[in-house]
């Protein structure tokens, strides 16, 4: 039986959700590059960090953070994680501003090279001539995320090589985190 995969966001449709903003460090000062919990590849966290409440409301079980839309999980959430996907993911436990229980932020540290061109309903991708020549190659837009699966080898959670928004999880993590009721999160398939 082929694997199933789907892409992990946000339901921005739960009714009274809170909305989290950049995380920091304790003292508030920014982070240095806050996209790099978003490029699919680990990072050396030294401190802990905190992520304000910019919109009060219904806490989520799992949620991005600011602009660079960092994932954010509770406990019971990132135990899935830690434990289905050790090698695929960083855990770094976090304040979130006036909540007691930590949360944390989940790095995903893995990158496929995986996107189908044909399948996905448009891509465009970066050229020399949109002066990005650093990037020229990788993907500048991804409409109806389809992913070739026979490039996808043993991950279980990952980010797609030349798009790093997604977060990319197989079939068993899925329905492991729906297990835990999570609420905030929803898949697509890709």
């Known amino acids: 039986m082929e694997r199933r995969f789907f892409r992990l966001g946000i339901d921005v449709y739960v009714a009274g959700r809170w909305y989290l903003g950049e995380p920091t460090h304790l003292t508030g000062q920014a ?3 806050v996209w790099e919990f978003c490029h699919g590849r680990p990072v050396e966290v030294r401190e802990r ?8 409301g219904k806490p989520l079980d799992f949620d991005t953070a600011g602009v660079g839309q960092a994932p954010i999980a509770n406990a019971r959430v990132a135990s899935v994680f830690r434990e289905m996907a ?19 932020l989940v790095n995903v540290a893995r990158t496929v090279r995986c996107i189908d061109d044909k ?8 050229g020399a001539e949109d002066g990005w020549t650093e990037r020229s190659g990788e993907y ?5 995320l389809r ?21 990319i999880v ?9 297990r835990t009721g999570m ?6 398939e890709v």
């Open 183 to 188: 609420v905030g999160g929803q898949f697509d």
């Open 31 to 33: 982070l240095d590059d």
């Open 147 to 167: 992913i070739d699966k026979s490039t996808v080898g043993d991950a279980r959670v990952f980010r797609p090589w030349g798009w790093p928004p997604p977060v």
């Open 49 to 56: 960090l905190r992520v304000p409440i910019d919109r009060p």
């Open 119 to 126: 399948a996905s309903a448009e891509v465009q991708f970066y």
């Open 86 to 104: 050790p090698n695929d993911v960083q855990l770094f436990p976090i304040e979130v501003q006036g909540r007691e229980e930590t949360y944390y």
């Open 140 to 144: 500048r837009s991804v409409i109806g």
């Open 170 to 178: 197989d079939e068993e993590i899925k329905e492991a985190l729906e």
